[in-house]
């Protein structure tokens, strides 16, 4: 069982701040992996979905923080100007790195990612400051807006260096997982992709799917998890 997430207050600017949540692995469990994964466009930190990911990765051995960006922390609808959701994510990044959250989460293999946007602003993060950044998890990578497949959100992606993965449901209005495999080649680093096989941009899939609904979140966090351990290096165990 996991333990209910803290906490914390960040300061992002003199005058405005975000709450983070921290989400710890059972001690006897930890990775060594600590994920940090933004909210999308139209929910913040508490919302279902972002709620069953990051306690799932929790409950499979992953330190997992959450936050919300400074717009949705006010309350409002309308995202910030995209530097601004870059600047919160870089502070976020910061705040994990010099303790300034839980003390019991882990250290040793940081990755960020997101839903949606929340993923596209962590890959340009890392693309403009990849030092520290051991992975990235996109879930429903908004590679175009919908109906505009012309319109691609990829030009930066090359100019990350550590490897990415990315989960997207197959009738993903924002970029079926075909579509992504068209960039892979032009990347830089290694790339991998986890197909949910009816699903939507949040992974949800019809009632008369062949698996439960449960069942295909189930799944996609444990492909994350094995992904992880994968790509980030041995399972580095408790830490003393």
């Known amino acids: ?8 207050r960040i300061e992002i600017t003199p005058s405005e701040h975000v709450t983070a949540l921290t989400h710890s692995a059972p001690a006897q469990d930890r990775s060594g992996i600590c994920l ?22 929790a409950a499979r051995g992953v330190d997992t923080v959450t936050f919300n960006f400074i717009y949705s922390e006010r309350g409002k609808r309308l995202p910030d100007r995209n530097d601004k959701l870059d600047a919160c994510y870089r502070r976020m990044i910061e705040a994990v790195r010099d303790g300034q959250l839980s003390k019991s989460i882990s250290h040793d293999k940081l990755a960020i990612g997101g839903k949606s946007m929340g993923g596209r602003i962590a890959s340009q993060v890392a693309a403009a400051a990849p030092d520290g950044i051991a992975g990235l998890v996109f879930l429903g990578y908004p590679l175009h807006p919908p109906g505009h497949p012309e319109k691609l959100r990829s030009k930066h992606l090359p100019a990350i260096r550590a490897p990415m993965l990315f989960v997207q449901g197959s009738r993903d209005a924002f970029g079926a997982p075909a579509e992504l495999e068209r960039i892979f080649g032009g990347l830089q680093a290694p790339a991998d992709l986890v197909a949910v096989d009816g699903g939507d941009h949040s992974f949800k899939v019809s009632k008369k799917a062949p698996i439960p609904q449960e069942a295909v979140y189930e799944s996609v966090l444990d492909e994350m998890v094995r992904w992880l351990h994968r790509s980030l290096g041995p399972r580095l165990g408790p830490r003393p």
């Not at 913040?44 to 990051?54: L, P």
């Open 36 to 57: 940090i994964l933004a909210h999308g466009a139209g929910a913040n930190q508490t919302s279902t979905f972002m709620v069953r990911f990051a306690t799932g990765l």
């Open 1 to 8: 069982m996991t333990k209910a997430p803290s906490q914390s």
